[in-house]
């Protein structure tokens, strides 16, 4: 059979008719291409069930925008997105904001708990790190596949802390946990990311550090490990480079939901709202 082609997104929903389904796993175990189309849309739906909110809290909106009721072509707009299955980047980011304004409203401040709680394998990540093998199992993560990767929210970053260097990129653990590995050449920084929120009870060995002025948890030693939650994505960082390096990677990756408090995130939301709401 030919490539799956627009079929992907089909497939991994299971709505392709029976033959085809198995017409198709035929041809992914030969194929792949197919079979890394297959894997990215997986993670980019796993994404997208993450951070999408299932309905428009209407008079949070209301309240928010300071409108004694949204008018009608803003209802309009809302019934259109709350219908729409969010398959655009742009929709998901909307989707994702309106969930970040309504957990801080809602929720005063309390971190935001989008998604099913999740437990990096710390020490087998540990393990691995100064195991012999540096090379990562896993399939290797093409450079177009990191650009979608990024566009979907994920941190792709060429660079992390000014020097260190993404030098591979793999889909591990049942293509759950992207895997990217950075190096200056000497010191090495591997970052781990899933979606989910930390399990707080497998941080025992941890503890609460402010880095970059952001809340994260700590393992000391070698290799160190940090791990933090970001709206709907578990960070993960096992290195051997110095603490101030750590820092700057911290800094450079998404930690939005840790960073500030439940005032200056609902005026972001409010930013974002109106520049959403001038562009509908
Ligand atoms: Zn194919």
Redesign the pocket.
Known sequence: MP??GADVAAYVDGQLSASAMHDASV?LET?D??EKAVRQQRLVKSRMSTVATPGPPAALLASLAGLASAPPVRERWWTRIGRSVPFRAGVVLVSASLAVIATAYAMGGAHDRIGDEVAPPYNRYAAEFDGPSRQRSGDVITAAAMDDLTDFGWACHDVLAGDLRRVSGTYTDDNEVIALQYTDGFARLNLFEQTGVLDADELADFRPEQMAGSEVWVRGGSPMIVTWDDDGTVFTIVTDVGRDRVERAVADLPRSSHERGVGDRVGEGLDRMSSWMGAA
């Open positions: 490539h799956l041809h194929c291409d197919c």
